[in-house]
């Protein structure tokens, strides 16, 4: 039975792969280069199989170095994670956070797992609401955080990211060829007259009110169920339905930032966690077009 694979040993591999050269990588790592080689020697020992083979430009790896690369990774990957939670120093108490209903099922659920593994001690509330309403939430010291739209740029806080407001059509029933054009709106939404309907308007497009909802969910259920067009976050498009482009006569209707807020009067370590881990669910739409 051969020995165990010692998680020290994966680190100094991982290093090597990445230098492609044991001198560069002992002075990486602060040891000689008869410690770092005498390392490898055991490792392969243990594995049974050479892990490097010499080139023109350094080492490289074997076949069998290859196949230990992915679990030397994930080894030390979740070594690396297991003690940074270990170290982390535990937090409790209360954090209310607000959110647009787009990011409900997406950004959302990414930064609350994250957190709830480091710090589950800590409460937290999601409001799920128009941008307006956390705003007014959080001046009234009812919301700790709240991501909200800044159509505008008069909003002050931090810039998650720019996710525009595009027309959306489906991709079966093709409603953006009729006219008038049937179109799904928010109810009451100050927004909807200012921006939506007044992007249709500059472009002389008639259109005529065919469904009225209440969230983003009821427009994204009209649009993929080919009642009208609708404007949606372009991160938020369900599949079957595509953006309506300039190509097709329609323009963006806005260039929404989506902006982190924070409680103007009290904070707490929690808070500034929690904040951290939604910065980070955020990242993705960065890279994205």
């Given at each position: ?8 040993l ?6 090597i ?10 002075q990486?790592i ?12 055991r ?9 490097f083979e010499?080139?023109?430009?350094g ?5 069998a ?6 679990y030397?990774?994930r ?13 982390t120093?535990?937090?409790?108490g ?14 959302l659920p990414?930064?609350l797992?994250a ?7 800590v409460?937290?509330?999601v ?22 739209f800044?159509?505008?740029k ?11 407001t595009v027309w959306?059509t489906?991709?079966v ?6 006219t ?10 100050t ?7 007044r992007s ?6 008639a ?6 909802a209440?969230t ?11 009642l ?13 339905c ?7 006569g329609?323009p ?21 966690e ?5 910065r980070?669910?955020?990242?993705p ?5």
């Amino acid at each position: 039975m051969r020995d165990p694979i010692e998680s020290d040993l994966l680190r100094t591999f991982l290093v090597i792969t990445e230098t492609s050269n044991f001198s560069v990588a002992a002075q990486r790592i602060g040891r000689t280069q008869s410690a770092v080689s005498a390392q490898i020697k055991r490792l392969e020992e243990t594995v049974g199989e050479a892990l490097f083979e010499r080139s023109a430009r350094g080492v490289v790896l074997t076949r069998a170095g290859g196949q230990l690369l992915p679990y030397a990774q994930r080894v030390v990957e979740l070594l690396n994670e297991a003690a940074a939670t270990i170290r982390t120093k535990p937090l409790d108490g209360p954090v209310r956070i607000g959110i647009p209903e787009e990011y409900s099922q997406t950004v959302l659920p990414a930064a609350l797992a994250a957190f709830a593994i480091q710090h589950p001690a800590v409460e937290v509330t999601v409001s799920c609401d128009y941008t307006a309403r956390n705003l007014a939430a959080l001046e009234r010291d009812e919301l700790d955080l709240a991501v909200v739209f800044d159509w505008s740029k008069q909003t002050t806080g931090e810039v998650l990211c720019i996710d525009p407001t595009v027309w959306v059509t489906s991709l079966v029933h093709r409603l953006h060829e009729s006219t008038p054009l049937p179109i799904a709106v928010y109810r009451d939404s100050t927004w909807c007259r200012d921006f939506a309907l007044r992007s249709l308007e500059q472009q002389g497009l008639a259109y005529r009110i065919a469904f009225v909802a209440d969230t983003s969910s009821g427009l994204k259920n009209a649009v993929s169920a080919g009642l009208a067009v609708s404007t949606l976050s372009r991160s938020n498009i369900p599949h079957g339905c595509r953006e309506l482009t300039s190509d097709d006569g329609f323009p963006p209707v806005d260039s929404s930032r989506v902006v982190l807020r924070r409680n103007p009067y009290h904070s707490s370590e929690a808070i500034r966690e929690l904040a951290e881990r939604v910065r980070e669910a955020f990242q993705p739409m960065l890279a994205q077009p």
